[in-house]
Nanobody, 118 residues
């Protein structure tokens, strides 16, 4: 069974940076598109960005473009989300996900909390 485990969340001040990691186990995600989503309190889960299997192509939501960077190390079965210039609107539970082949569906991890506050 696929397991995705996020880590690196926490409390950060506005303007600060944070790096999230997503480790895949019991499965090798190197051939799949992976993505980050987030869900703020009282809101629906939203797309943050994705990275194709090769790691050479990424796409981001407008709200994070230029501030967030997704990367992956297929040798380590790990994906990363580098977040900079964080603001309180970035506060959310962040979920790592892998796209199920030939579908628009994803398998999600359990999430990690990111709180941006002074």
């Amino acid at each position: 069974q696929v397991q995705l485990v996020e880590s690196g969340g926490g409390l950060v001040q506005p303007g600060g940076s944070l790096r999230l990691s997503c480790a895949a186990s019991k499965w090798t995600p190197s051939a799949y598109t992976m993505a980050w989503f987030r869900q703020a309190p009282g809101k629906e889960r939203e797309f943050v960005g994705r990275i194709l299997s090769s790691g050479r192509h990424t796409a981001y939501a407008d709200s994070v473009k230029g501030r967030f960077t997704i990367s992956r190390d297929n040798r380590k079965n790990t994906m990363y989300l580098q977040m900079s210039r964080l603001n309180p609107e970035d506060t959310a539970v962040y979920y790592c996900a892998v796209q199920i082949a030939n579908t628009d569906s994803y398998i999600y991890g359990q999430g990690t909390q990111v709180t941006v506050s002074s």
